[in-house]
């Protein structure tokens, strides 16, 4: 099954700066890896995903990169805002590929402070 | 619209009511979830839907029981919880494979439901 690090678990920036936030995962055979937010008082909402057969995608002011080899993920959050203040989880499926009738595992969450 | 409505938003009971936890989309998605998230914690999987048939439980204690009335429906049946069940009630949807294959893994989740067990 699937197992799913994430680090850190708390990331403080300044307004403008960059944050980044890694992931990693056990099974080789997964091929689908969401990043969710979570505001106080919300449920988590998906912000990016990517999937095994590309090694980057870019949204704006978001981007995920994806190393296979290495088994590893990462969040970047460029010019960051105050409203970007939030837990951040990674996740990945349980059961490796296909997704396992759609079990996604969750890293444990970074919990992400702007300041203005 | 990709929104997922739970209600209520709040709830406390005592460990002797029963009540029920009801979620709804209209997306037309045919695989619906049911996750249990402690504070600080992420989401943990309990119960999965696919075609409205129960595909999924993740050994979850039978105080708590799902039911899928229709594919737009998820409601979660309690009774006699405990006080360590207090916690938020995360409802998500996504589309579903075909007819006995995985559902697709984008999932989008509801506000939840925060329950008070006392």
């Known amino acids: 099954g699937e197992n799913v690090e994430q680090h850190p678990s708390t990331l403080s920036v300044q307004e403008g700066d960059s944050a980044v936030i890694k992931c990693t995962y056990s099974?080789?055979?997964?091929?689908?890896f969401p990043w969710y937010k979570q505001e106080l008082g919300k449920g988590p909402q998906l912000i990016i995903d990517i999937r095994s057969n590309v090694g980057e995608k870019k949204d704006q002011r978001i981007a995920v990169t994806l190393n296979k080899t290495a088994k590893h993920f990462s969040l970047h959050i460029t010019e960051t805002q105050p409203e970007d203040s939030a837990v951040y989880f990674c996740?990945?499926?349980?059961?490796?590929?296909?997704?396992?009738?759609?079990?996604?595992?969750f890293g444990k969450g970074t919990k992400l402070s702007v300041k203005p | 619209d990709t929104e997922v409505t739970q209600t209520p938003k709040h709830l406390v009971m005592g460990m002797t009511n029963k009540k029920s936890l009801k979620c709804e989309q209209h997306m037309g998605h045919r695989a619906m979830y049911w996750y249990k998230q402690k504070a600080k914690k992420p989401p943990e999987l309990m119960f999965v839907?696919?075609?409205?048939?129960?595909?999924i439980n993740e050994s979850v204690p039978s105080r708590f029981s799902p039911e899928c009335p229709n594919s737009s429906l998820l409601n979660l049946h309690l009774h006699a919880l405990q006080p360590e069940d207090s916690a938020l009630y995360l409802c998500?949807?996504?589309?579903?494979?075909?007819?006995?294959?995985?559902?697709?893994?984008?999932?989008?989740f509801g506000a939840g439901t925060r329950l008070s067990v006392l």
């Open positions: 099974d080789s055979a997964s091929n689908y």
């Open positions: 839907y696919s075609y409205e048939k129960l595909s």
């Open positions: 996740a990945a499926p349980k059961g490796g590929y296909g997704g396992s009738q759609g079990n996604l595992i």
């Open positions: 998500a949807s996504s589309q579903a494979g075909s007819r006995g294959g995985a559902p697709k893994n984008i999932q989008y």
